[in-house]
């Protein structure tokens, strides 16, 4: 794909989605509640899919870094430490013709109003926090409330003690985490880009002061690599720099990993260089000493954080942008997914030839043999030739079909999705055959 928007391709990802139940609209029945979305049966096979390579790359496969799972609420003073509660805000103004709110840097002309198109409308502009508050216990106002996160970070620095001693890690080390954050945003909107719930991947990797300049630059590289090895066409990736006044309260450097989505370049994933910012902070407010002491030596100091930050929800709808292709074949048009096999919602499909019961034993035999290994969808229902393509068009990256030849021979025919050639594989080798084109 070339490196310019492709504006039609958004309404052809958003009809797939719901069409083939990847993603649907949260109370769709009830009329839809904005900016909050169901995962499909297909959906939260990607994003499961999504997430586990994420986890595989940065935890099982590191020495460096080990998991936490932390808690969702969390008390106000969390975040007057971490700042969120005076700098986490979005500057907010409202067209006083149709009243629609708007968040100003996201304008394209800070004088016109893209809703109703009045010009000179906008009130000043006025500070908005993004974070939800609710209360905990039977009492509300002071003392009562709390907040739901606006990021899975602040869980990891406030338990970095805990983890420090627990786990006998040293610096540089990594704490990473996968979970749900909650931002009131003021425009939510692109699908599930932008959205007020969303699922984050973060990882917070701690190291002594005068090595975070290599591992900042580690972590960008690293970063990027990671889409590129799960297949994401390098024309639609690129990293980008923040400029100095684009940077967070506690970041000094930051670069974007950013994707080429149908409006233009957006992000997919941050990585910062926070400093010691949010330890000190931690520090100062809980009263608590939160450092590294070095027993060796007996010296201390508080590590700094280089911190990749991505978004779950986002990076799947990129995975399925990218993926998407119309091609054709026999003068007919196909919709093809050329999903990495490892995120493919389903691995493999089992396909009776036909509905007829001589067929369906040895089929089911089969699909035993292949679910266990391999995440697999069963379907007997249509021609055979539809039943391909609707595996084509939800990434499935092989078809095995069981035929009349099967009963005699043994023998089932295996599709491959994107040459569409086919092999003839005895079902005692099925397993192996399988392991070898499909391997973690």
């Known amino acids: 794909m070339a490196q310019t928007p492709d504006p039609a391709l958004f309404d052809k990802i958003v009809n797939l989605s719901k069409r083939r139940g990847f993603v649907f609209q949260s109370a769709d029945i009830y009329g839809g509640f904005r900016s909050t979305y169901d995962y499909g ?23 460096d870094v080990v998991g936490l799972d932390a808690a969702v609420l ?31 840097d996201k304008l394209e002309d800070p004088n016109t109003c ?6 000179d409308s906008f009130t000043e502009a006025r500070s908005f926090n993004l974070m939800f508050k609710t209360h905990a216990g039977p009492g509300e106002g ?17 338990n970095f003690m805990n983890v420090l001693n627990t786990s006998r890690k040293r610096p540089p080390f990594g704490i990473a985490q996968i979970g749900k954050s909650f931002r009131n945003e003021i425009t939510p909107g692109n699908f599930v880009f932008r959205t007020r719930e969303f699922e984050q991947m973060e990882m917070e990797f701690f190291v002594p002061p005068d090595e975070v300049s290599q591992w900042y630059e580690y972590w960008r590289n690293e970063r990027l690599n990671w889409y590129l090895n799960l297949g994401m066409t390098a024309e639609n990736l690129r990293l980008r720099d923040h400029e100095s006044d684009e940077l967070s309260h506690y970041s ?17 994933e941050g990585i910062a260089n926070r400093g010691d910012f949010d330890l000190t902070q931690h520090a100062k407010h809980s009263g608590e000493r939160i450092e590294y002491v070095d027993s060796s030596d007996g010296s ?5 954080v280089i911190e990749p930050a991505a978004g779950a929800t986002r990076t799947t709808m990129a995975f399925l942008m990218d993926a998407y292709a ?43 043999i292949v679910s266990p290994l391999h995440m697999t969808d069963y379907d007997e229902t249509q021609a055979i030739g539809k039943r391909y393509r609707r595996q084509d068009e939800i990434g499935t990256p092989l078809c095995v079909t069981v035929d009349f030849d099967t009963i005699e021979d043994r023998a089932v025919t295996v599709r491959d999705r994107d040459t569409m050639a086919q092999d003839r594989v005895a079902i005692d080798q099925l397993v192996g055959y399988l392991a070898e084109r499909l391997p973690e």
Request: glycine share 4%; with cysteine.
């Open 41 to 63: 049966p297909l959906g939260v096979l990607l994003l499961r899919n999504v997430k586990d390579q994420w986890w595989r790359s940065m935890v099982q496969l590191r020495h």
């Open 74 to 104: 969390s008390p106000p003073a969390v975040w007057e430490a971490s700042g969120h509660l005076a700098n986490f805000t979005d500057p907010l103004v409202d067209c006083r013709e149709c009243n629609e709110r708007f968040r100003e």
């Open 114 to 119: 893209p809703n109703c198109s009045s010009t």
């Open 142 to 158: 002071s003392g009562h409330e709390v907040y739901l996160r606006p990021e899975t970070a602040q869980g990891i620095f406030t």
């Open 252 to 268: 000094s450097e930051t670069a974007d990993v950013e994707f080429m989505f149908p409006w233009g370049w957006d992000e997919l």
């Open 300 to 304: 201390r100091y508080v590590p700094h």
């Open 326 to 368: 119309e091609e054709e074949v026999n003068d007919d048009t196909r919709t093809v997914l050329h999903l990495d096999h490892r995120l493919a919602p389903f691995k493999v499909a089992v396909l009776p030839l036909s509905k007829k019961e001589a067929l369906t034993p040895t089929a089911r035999e089969v699909f035993d």
